[in-house]
């Protein structure tokens, strides 16, 4: 392969990567290189002139550099085709006989800016950075030899494309999308909106979590708040909830989380309603409504380390609101998938909430993303997902 245009780091930077981290920002480089093209492939070294690694630049992005590699080889559908064997077959060992699943997630499985859904015969992809952009046709051809999937979606429709100078957009890249497509999780039938669903239209990482309702929904009241399609408020009637209320503002997901329940022979006990939930929260509170369990999974408050504070008021104030609502005993189970706010500053919130709702609670369990959303030990990025059990203590703090 022709010579590769060299990047060089300042010392700080070199010492930083060797703890297995892969970004390099633009205040880590000598020179920042404007004249190349976003997406190119180059390779870094330190400041003594030694090779560091290989990875993708793009002058647009404040990760100036995203490494795919550590080795002097071509970065080509075969090292893609490797990377992402890699990835499937942990995924095949940590979950056997699964169908749906995260194949690639990103900087855990050595493919920077590369999310890879499955959902059965149908796979999702998002390319979120103008390297994995410009590798997109490799990409594509690597996931068609090894799943021979009927369809291959891009969901390139995420705001962090735009940072990277590319366009929002969904794509069919491959096949034909099926008219329907339901996959099996934890034993139950649901439908998958993959062209207009959150994310890449369920949220997989939650898929072990969903089964600590086993624990605390049977006879239970539930109130499933942010429901989308009604994943968490199906597991807690198929392991035995007396009722489950959902709510959700997407009339589609409403309607999509009603069918889910149908499905399932779960309409009897699951009703889905669409309202906006700061409002639907405070409504209910006001009723005097008490519930059993109530979940608490919003979509991402923060996008940006400038709106932290606004966030946290507003994971404060549903949480408040959902303490209130617990009858005597009960448990609340609060998610959180803003990878800017961290463990500590979730749970510094969770205290101030139950402070202002006068409520005191004991720490059930604290949980975090499914085994296919890998947590690297070098990468704190890579774990983002907060799902924790509180159970109320039955006194009112004064």
Known sequence: MPPLPNLTLKPP?????KTGHPWIFSNDLVRLPRELEPGQIVDVKNHAGEWIGRGYFNPRSLIAVRLLTRERIEIDEGFLAQKISRAQAL???????????????????????LIVDRYGAVLAVQLLTAGMDRLAEP????LIKRFQPAAVVARNDTAGRTLEGLPQEKRLLYGELPPSVVIQKNGLSLEVDVWEGQ???????????????????????????FCHTGAWGLHAAKYGAKSVLGMDSSERAIHQAQANAERNGLGSVCRFIKEEVFDGLRRLHAAGERFDVVILDPPAFVKSRQK?????????EINRLAMMLLSPDGVLVTCSCSHLVGNEMFREMLVSAAADAKRSFY???WRT??????????????????????????????
């Open 13 to 17: 930077a070199a010492k930083r990567l």
């Open 91 to 113: 995924r095949e060992q940590w979950l056997p006989g699964e169908k749906a699943y995260r194949v690639i997630f990103g900087e855990a499985d050595g493919l920077p800016g």
């Open 139 to 142: 990409v594509l051809q690597v």
């Open 199 to 225: 994310k890449t239209g369920f949220f997989l990482d939650q898929s072990e979590n969903y089964r600590c309702l086993e624990e605390w929904a049977s006879g239970a009241r539930v109130l499933d708040a």
């Open 308 to 316: 932290i504070k606004e966030a946290i008021r507003g994971y404060k």
């Open 363 to 365: 720490i059930a369990d």
């Open 369 to 398: 993303q499914g085994r296919d959303h890998p947590i690297v030990l070098g990468i704190p990025e890579t774990e983002y997902l907060k799902c924790v059990l509180l159970q109320l203590v039955s006194i009112e703090l004064r």
